[in-house]
């Protein structure tokens, strides 16, 4: 069985900043692709940075130039460095992993529970 558990949301002002981090644990056997998507209230839920196996990352237009994805293999897990934090930031953000639990499994995507980013003053 796998678990992503993200920690690191919370309430803060315009300007300031959050680090999100997120610990894959159980059966893996590899893992791709990881990244941090979000969904405020109303609206889609949309991508808002990954990196891969190589470390290549992408960022949504929103947040470029404001947050940072990293992640340390060797623990399994993935951050997300928020600075300059809008209230339009305000959302629920989701861990995304993209990986394969056992050597002969095919790659499958898998969320962790979200955690809530609210930016108001």
């Known amino acids: 069985q796998v678990q992503l558990v993200e920690s690191g949301g919370g309430l803060v002002q315009p300007g300031e900043s959050l680090k999100l981090s997120c610990v894959v644990s159980?059966?893996?056997?590899?893992?791709?692709?990881m990244g941090w998507y979000r969904q405020a209230p109303g609206k889609q839920r949309e991508s808002v940075a990954s990196?891969?196996?190589?470390?290549?990352?992408n960022y949504a237009n929103s947040v470029k130039g404001r947050f940072t994805i990293s992640r340390d293999k060797d623990k399994n897990t993935v951050n997300l460095q928020m600075n300059s934090l809008l209230p339009e930031d305000t959302a629920v953000y989701y861990c995304?992993?993209?990986?394969?639990?056992?050597?002969?499994?095919?790659?499958?995507?898998?969320w962790g529970q979200g955690t809530q980013v609210t930016v108001s003053s």
């Open positions: 995304n992993a993209e990986l394969s639990a056992t050597m002969w499994a095919h790659p499958d995507n898998y």
């Open positions: 990196i891969t196996s190589g470390g290549s990352t």
């Open positions: 159980g059966s893996i056997f590899n893992i791709y692709t």
